[in-house]
């Protein structure tokens, strides 16, 4: 059992859940709760831990004992976990590695593409309801939020795990690949011209969302094949970010019936 904050697993459970940088040089994230234990791809799966309040639970200690790991004192644990009331259990997984083929690959791909996306809750958002619209796969620029970040693991639900995703350069170096393969680009922007809903999204189809401040940068807008809006009454100007996307990524599925 782990009794000290001063162990090294948990000094580097620490690190993963507030750097970036240790994530990404150990291709390794940390995902709290039963759920997303319950979910995780066993193959996954680095290290489990569990506080030793929920180590008496005989269920779920059946599906961790066949897994590598840990019981953790509550207090320990406490200070491991990244949220305000811990779960009690905290899956180490194995960064996913994706290829653009498993994204664009397939017939008529559906696909968000986000530009400097910020805000951790609106990108688990978009690939949680991704997965539940039927999208392909998601692509980031570099810019964006890291996607293994444990608050934007938190928002997906679970969704990170069968969303495919790819951080890419940027918009614009994606344009030419998204012409060969047929896929038209949609920019949610303020100056388009149609409607969202007067378009067709039946054929290969990707949609740009930009930085939730200030939208997509004009290089990106300028590469894509068409500019839509979503029309707003009042004084509104735009909407969230995730809402956006979901309004888009329901409107294709829609028309994809």
Known sequence: MITSVNNGQVKNIIQLNQKTKA???QGLFVAEGRKMFGEAPRDWISKVYVSEALSGDAELMAQVEKLP???VTDSVFRQMSDTQTPQGIMTVLKKPSYIMEDILGGENPLVMILEDLQDPGNAGTILRTGEGAGVSGVLLTK??????????IRSTM?????????YVESVVSLAQELKDRNIRTFAAHLHGKNSYDKESYTGGTAFLIGNEGKGLTDEAADSADCLIRIPMCG????????????ILMYEAARQRR
Do not use: H, Q, W
């Open 23 to 25: 994530r990404r040089e």
């Open 158 to 166: 679970g969704s990170v795990y069968r969303m495919p995703f790819l």
């Open 235 to 246: 004084k509104v100007e735009s909407l969230n970010a995730a809402m956006a996307s979901g």
């Open 143 to 152: 810019t964006c939020v890291d996607i293994t970040n444990p608050k934007v």
């Open 69 to 71: 790991y840990e019981i």
